[in-house]
């Protein structure tokens, strides 16, 4: 089993609609939660950044940490077909004295997301 | 260039072939990561460097796999006698964090190098 799971979709939806994403995770020790995005042939680009439990809101994108249940999700309001590509999460655990968990991120497989007009 | 390059975009070898894989960071970013992402996966890490020094190389696959930034700038993935499992998308990132702070600061992606093993 995976570190990180995240169901791989495909997920189509119109155009407006809000998205959940979510994924997994069984390592306690992941403190650092991200969202990436990544188009076809292009490398991820990060949406979201976050620290610990708790929410993070920026523009039409939410990112919720429950670590009492191990989950993440990203929210997407007022989907748009700019929208459509693959989300990743990704996560890291804090540095451990002399281990070798240096700024490593574990990535979930991505969702694939296609947002029709 | 503001953001991460990498280079070539795409490579076709033979099986048997060395391989090089060029990574030039966001200026002034000291840490750099390499990461292999295969088709319908997430990326998988591999090394990671703090300025010149590899302070973590414990996802590289095999022997066959070598990391080097000498000048702590650049730096290069290079692949011996290519196989087949190869194949796939490999990607750098860089961050401007230091290594008391690496894990806790975001790293920015460049668009890879897609490796085909023929």
């Known amino acids: 089993q995976k570190e990180v799971e995240q169901d791989p979709g495909p997920l189509s939806v119109p155009e407006g609609a809000i998205v959940s994403l979510n994924c997994t995770y069984s390592n306690s020790a992941f403190q650092y939660f991200m969202w990436y995005r990544q188009y076809s042939r292009k490398g991820p680009e990060l949406l979201m950044y976050t620290y610990s439990s708790g929410n993070k809101e920026d523009g039409r994108f939410t990112a919720q940490v429950d670590k009492s249940s191990k989950y993440i999700s990203l929210f997407i309001r007022d989907s748009q077909p700019s929208d459509s590509a693959t989300y990743l999460c990704a996560m890291s655990a804090k540095r451990e004295e002399g281990g070798s968990t240096l700024g490593r991120l574990y990535f979930g497989r991505g969702t694939q997301l296609t947002v029709w007009p | 260039g503001a953001g991460v390059s990498q280079s070539p975009r795409y490579k076709v070898a033979k099986r048997g072939q060395d391989v090089a894989l060029r990574c030039d960071p966001i200026s002034g970013h000291v840490s750099l990561f390499w990461y292999q992402q295969a088709l319908g996966q997430g990326p998988e890490f591999l090394t990671y460097f703090q300025n010149e020094a590899q302070l973590d190389k414990s996802g590289l696959p095999s022997d066959r796999f070598f990391a080097e930034r000498p000048e702590g700038s650049v730096s290069t993935l290079k692949i011996q006698r290519t196989q087949q499992e190869d194949s796939a998308v490999y990607l750098c990132?860089?961050?401007?964090?230091?290594?008391?702070?690496?894990?806790?600061?975001?790293?920015?992606f460049g668009d890879g190098t897609r490796l085909s093993i023929l």
């Open positions: 990132a860089s961050s401007l964090a230091h290594v008391s702070t690496v894990n806790n600061q975001p790293q920015h």
